[in-house]
């Protein structure tokens, strides 16, 4: 097994490599694409969370075979690093081996990250995934774990993908920018929503703008955008 990878498709836009430490997420967002990619019935990812067998061990090994030193690796793409109501230990250990052979961290979670940053420092980022699919966390509140995260000097950055409320996410923008360095915004691509893709893209770019914070457009958001620009000019 290798733990570090190089992702594909649409998660290529988060970064270039990635790590994924559970077998399952207790999250259960509707959305989830990752019963899907890995071939697992929805209700048994849902409920059967437990580090991946010998992912500390491998990861370790990997490391040192391959000599990875100072890239940025994400946690996670099919699970959540920390997952509501289960020991969390694993992705403690699994940053600690990341940061002694020289990389970073990207962090994207639903859940309460604070335990570990005491290992994180400002070639890190702590990021949240604010969809519009649930108006309160199931944690401590996800400016309160950005605001911590900026006062450590931790980059910090909320993924606003895939969105399920619109309006939500754009009320969001405005009021998390005081504690976000940057914004990864897209558009929910495996359910129709019947929403106007395009013109919540220019919305979002535009408040982007006037507030000054950093920002990433995912491609296939981009792509409607620039549908919605074609149009207006026809």
Request: glycine share 8%; net charge negative; proline share 5%.
């Amino acid at each position: 097994m290798k733990p570090i990878y190089e992702p594909r498709g649409k998660a290529k836009e988060y970064g270039d490599y990635a790590l994924n430490i559970y077998t399952g997420c207790p999250h259960g967002c509707f959305y989830c694409f990752a019963p899907n990619v890995l071939r697992k019935d929805r209700d048994e990812f849902h409920s059967h969370v437990e580090p991946r067998p010998g992912i500390i061990e491998a990861t370790r090994t990997q490391l040192e075979r391959e000599r990875i030193t100072g890239k940025l690796i994400h946690l996670c793409f099919t699970c959540d690093p920390y997952p509501t109501g289960y020991d969390t230990s694993a992705t403690r250990e699994i940053i600690k081996l990341l940061k002694e052979y020289g990389n970073h961290v990207q962090i994207l979670t639903k859940g309460d990250g604070t335990r570990d940053f005491d290992l994180l420092d400002g070639n890190d980022w702590f990021g949240v995934t604010m969809d519009g699919s649930s108006f309160e966390p199931k944690n401590m509140p996800f400016a309160t774990q950005l605001m911590w995260a900026k006062e450590k000097g931790i980059n910090t950055w909320i993924s606003f993908e895939p969105t399920v409320n619109p309006g939500y996410s754009l009320i969001c923008m405005l009021g998390m920018a005081s504690v976000t360095d940057k914004y990864k915004i897209g558009k929910m691509n495996y359910f129709n929503l019947h929403t106007d893709w395009g013109e919540y893209g220019r919305r979002a770019e535009k408040l982007c703008q006037e507030l000054g914070i950093d920002y990433y457009i995912k491609d296939s958001l981009r792509a409607e955008m620039e549908k919605k620009d074609a149009e207006d000019r026809r």
